[in-house]
């Protein structure tokens, strides 16, 4: 299973080297919506040093949806599903694989963004060990639930609107949790973001395993 | 508005909701039951 | 002979239409079957219900002596599918779509790069992304991916379409050279003078069905079932003026 | 007859609510709304319950009465808990004087409203029965999980936000006696009416999977035609 993960992940981040969908629109567009965020809430009142926290996850979550749709894109083309299904893969290798490669792409897409947010919002990062502690079982989660309900909508007609509807509510929890443990760290009393932290790192077990568990069901017949 | 009026709007917005849902489902139930033969019909 | 596909009656769905109404088929191991018929007739279902990628939703479906209305995705490590979009991954290149393929079908890297050899996708054209070919080349990348996997059955979609005289003789021989090391062939063909020429034996298809105007549920013939010598399925016998040259049947 | 003791119920029930049961000492007469506002969350998470089993059913046997049980339930619970939303916004207009308090029942029962949305999107989306069945299985399966995870997390994080200078009226009012009694005599009319609208609704699933069968014959029929023709 971890050899099918391996092969599958490296299959992705090799798509993603050659076409550079991640780096060069999704990376740009979570730029953009920092943005955006800095002229609705005006930096000068004093919101956003308080929302940043929250926009920072708010952004990586958006993008998150995107990275996701494009991961499903690329297996959603014509004969690449049959092809797929007839390999000996495992299903849970699989899973993990897609879950890996959006992982990764997501940890490079926050390190960026959180130089975004130094700069433009002017943040003082403070409390690395809690923010890396929550940032790895933040993406581990995202991109479990992620590679979860985007092979849902594979094969559907409607699934750019899909993806979406059935991902966010699910990964409301991250975005809660995450806000507060980094709101904590940058507070500097990380003692009251670690539990957040915890948090984390259950739901990205849970999704992990319920990925491992359904996968085979949904690339059975999709 | 006085409190009577807060508790009669929240039971009637509950009432018309879940009646209105019954009367829907119900009329779709009986467009379908016309479409299928009476014999097809046994599902218990 | 054993037998390698073996249909009877069946029934495949796609999106609420019926593509395959009623389709018996015997396909015995080392033949080589075209399925020929009009567009629509189902013969691309056929191939991809084989492959356990369509679910039967009724009648009887065995491929490889696998059940497939219960164990379909035993069948898809084991069969080969040429469909007629390649299946490959458009950014990236030949030689990683073969690998990536490869591998995740348990095939040694050194069958990968032989079988790229044979096609010719050496050199400048193994780094070329797929999405620069030719609808020819991008068939010469799906063949070697279906060469190096060694299936047991091969499901070849319209295999003809899209390449230089030269690919098609290349592609008869890997089709003549799987049949003698012991594979089954099922091809489907517009092509008739080159699967005459491959001594195919031809089923008709038509509407879903097989055996044309007498229908499935008359041709049921409880003889044809088992023809020990393999070279004539119940199709066969059940309307030869349905075939195309009744004397070109038989298995390479 | 389960349609008549839903009926007789809720006459009883209005009865008791408005009439018999006494006006809270804390709240007034806004806890009668919670004779409503509560069974009406009570049925919403039953019915998610019964979805969960369902699907949990459906991966493991794989028939079309589960796919229908748990498909029946989540629509029912997706109209309760829209009812719960209502109601609660109401209360909270009576009671708090704001219709939406970050609350955490009302916020987490509102993911659960979203997370119903889009089961009901996904199944109206998927073409064929059997992917229908098997892709809902999986987000009804994971329903259950993601309602713990939200609840948890929305209670934890208003907790850790201990706004003191806001009023807060919690819904743990005191209860007892006659108020007791309606309140479990309000949740049972509510589960019969549940267990009636899943009889209906299954029915409805089940009439809609043999008119797609008929169509399918037809299609059949037509197909095999086309052969001879």
């Known amino acids: 299973m971890l050899r099918d993960a391996v092969l599958v992940a490296g299959k992705d981040l090799r798509l993603e080297v050659r076409t550079r969908v991640g780096l060069g629109q999704v990376l740009p567009f979570a730029v953009l919506v920092l943005v955006l965020f800095g002229f609705a809430l005006d930096p000068d009142r004093g919101i956003l040093d308080a929302a940043t926290p929250g926009l920072f996850w708010v952004t990586v979550l958006f993008s998150a949806v995107l990275a996701v749709q494009r991961a499903f894109a690329v297996e959603s083309a014509e004969g690449v599903r049959d092809a797929l299904r007839l390999t000996s893969l495992a299903p849970g290798g699989v899973f993990l694989g897609k879950a890996a490669a959006i992982a990764v792409q997501l940890l490079v897409l926050e390190v960026a963004l959180g130089v975004g947010v130094v700069v433009l919002y002017g943040a003082d990062p403070a409390g690395w060990a809690l923010l890396v502690g929550t940032a790895v079982p933040a993406t581990a989660g995202i991109a479990a639930a992620g590679s979860l309900y985007g092979v849902l909508a594979v094969g559907l007609r409607v699934r750019e609107t899909l993806v979406p509807l059935l991902l966010l509510p699910v990964l409301a929890p991250v975005l809660l949790a995450s806000t507060r443990a980094f709101e904590a760290a940058l507070d500097g009393s990380p003692a009251d973001g670690w539990p957040w932290a915890g948090l984390l790192a259950l739901f990205a077990v849970v999704y992990l395993g319920c990925g491992i568990g359904l996968y085979g069901t949904l690339l059975e017949e999709s | 508005m006085s409190p009577w009026g807060y508790v009669v709007l929240g039971w009637a917005i509950t009432l018309v909701v879940v009646v209105g849902y019954v009367v829907i489902t119900m009329q779709r139930g009986r467009a379908l039951s016309r479409q299928v033969p009476a014999e097809e019909q046994r599902w218990m | ?252 | 007859m389960l349609g008549v003791i839903v009926l007789a119920g809720t006459a009883v029930t209005l009865w008791l609510s408005f009439v018999a049961t006494p006006a809270d000492a804390v709240q007034g007469e806004a806890v009668r709304l919670l004779y409503v506002h509560v069974p009406s969350v009570t049925v919403a998470y039953v019915a998610c319950g019964i979805t969960f089993v369902a699907s949990g059913m459906w991966l493991w046997k794989r028939t079309e009465w589960w796919d229908l049980v748990g498909s029946s339930a989540a629509e029912i619970a997706s109209v309760f808990t829209a009812v719960t939303l209502l109601s609660g916004m109401v209360w909270g207009q009576a009671t708090w004087g704001t219709a939406w308090e970050w609350d955490p029942r009302l916020t987490s029962t509102l993911f659960l409203f979203l997370l119903l949305v889009g089961y009901q999107a996904l199944r109206a989306a998927s073409p064929d029965r059997s992917s229908r069945a098997r892709r809902s299985a999986v987000v009804g399966l994971l329903l259950v999980p993601n309602i713990v995870i939200v609840n948890r997390s929305v209670q934890w994080w208003r907790s850790l936000h201990q706004d003191a200078t806001l009023f807060r009226t919690d819904l743990d009012f005191r209860i007892e006696g006659l108020m007791l009694f309606t309140w479990v005599f309000a949740t049972a009319v509510g589960l019969v009416l549940l267990a009636w609208l899943l009889m209906h609704r299954f029915r409805i699933g089940w009439l809609a999977n043999r008119v797609e069968e008929r169509r399918l014959g037809d299609a059949l029929t037509a197909r095999r035609a086309e052969a001879t023709s």
């Open chain 3, 1 to 252: 002979m054993a037998s390698v596909i073996h249909f009877r009656d069946v029934v495949a769905v796609l999106g609420g239409f019926p593509a395959l109404a009623g389709v018996d088929l015997d396909v015995d191991a080392g033949e080589l079957v075209a399925l020929a018929g009009p567009n629509g007739a189902g013969k691309t279902t056929v191939l991809r219900v084989c492959a356990g990628l369509v679910p039967v939703v009724s009648g009887t479906a065995e491929v490889l002596g696998f059940n497939l209305t219960s164990q379909g995705r035993q069948v898809r490590s084991r069969v080969g599918l040429l469909g007629p979009s390649g299946g490959l991954y458009e950014d990236l290149t030949v030689a990683d779509n073969l690998r990536f393929f490869g591998r995740a079908s348990g095939v040694d890297d050194v069958d990968t790069t032989a079988a790229a050899r044979r096609f010719g996708l050496t050199g400048r054209l193994s780094t070329t992304r797929v999405a620069q070919l030719s609808t020819g080349q991008r068939r010469r990348v799906a063949l070697a991916a279906l060469v190096a996997r060694r299936a047991e059955l091969w499901l070849l979609d319209e295999p003809h379409a899209g390449l230089d005289a030269a690919g098609r003789d290349l592609l008869d021989e890997v089709i003549v050279g799987a049949c003698a090391a012991g594979a089954t062939v099922v091809l489907a063909s517009h092509e008739l003078d080159r699967t005459e020429a491959l001594r195919c034996r031809h089923v008709n298809l038509a509407g879903g069905t097989t055996g044309g105007a007498t229908g499935p549920s008359q041709a049921r013939d409880p003889d044809g079932e088992r023809d020990p010598e393999g070279e004539r399925g119940p199709e066969s016998e059940r309307g030869p003026d349905q075939e195309r040259g009744p004397g070109v049947h038989g298995a390479a």
